[in-house]
């Protein structure tokens, strides 16, 4: 399974900002930082915003932050936000669709998939929130 841009975007935002939780951060300093584009990360980030997962904050000291602890965001929520089609072939319109036992096995194989992401929160995937900081040239907040 191959997971789009957006959602590899959505998850690198959470991580930066769970990596500086007592700190706003700018949508550019984002940017900057994993060397992607900012307009790419706004979107993201007014996706994320408009499911509750982040909030920005307007002014001079404003800035995006997470909504909620990192420990309640869970990784398979984010996922199944982000991304708009499981099915990983398309059994819909295949002749021997109906007959076949392929779309079974590929439906249990994105339901393990799932359960295993549903396992882990963001702060699950802080555990080396220094390196994180270090390797992204961030100040810790």
Avoid: W
């Avoid at 420990?71 to 708009?84: D, F, H, K, Q, S």
């Avoid at 549903?118 to 220094?130: E, I, N, Q």
């Amino acid at each position: 399974m191959r997971l789009t841009r957006y959602t590899d975007y959505a998850l690198r935002v959470l991580l930066f900002l769970g990596a500086r939780p007592d700190k706003p951060c700018a949508i550019s300093s984002m940017a900057k930082a994993y060397g992607i584009s900012q307009n790419h990360l706004m979107k993201v980030v007014h996706g994320l915003g408009k499911a509750g997962f982040v909030v920005g904050e307007r002014g001079r000291l404003g800035g995006i932050r997470l909504a909620k602890p990192a420990a309640a965001i869970n990784i398979g929520a984010i996922i199944r936000l982000c991304e708009e089609d499981f099915d990983l072939v398309d059994c819909a319109t295949c002749a021997i669709g109906p007959a076949c036992g392929l779309t079974g096995v590929l439906d249990e194989a994105v339901a393990a998939f799932m359960a295993v992401l549903d396992r882990y929160t963001l702060a699950d995937l802080l555990g080396r929130r220094g390196q994180i900081l270090q390797l992204l040239a961030i100040e810790p907040g």
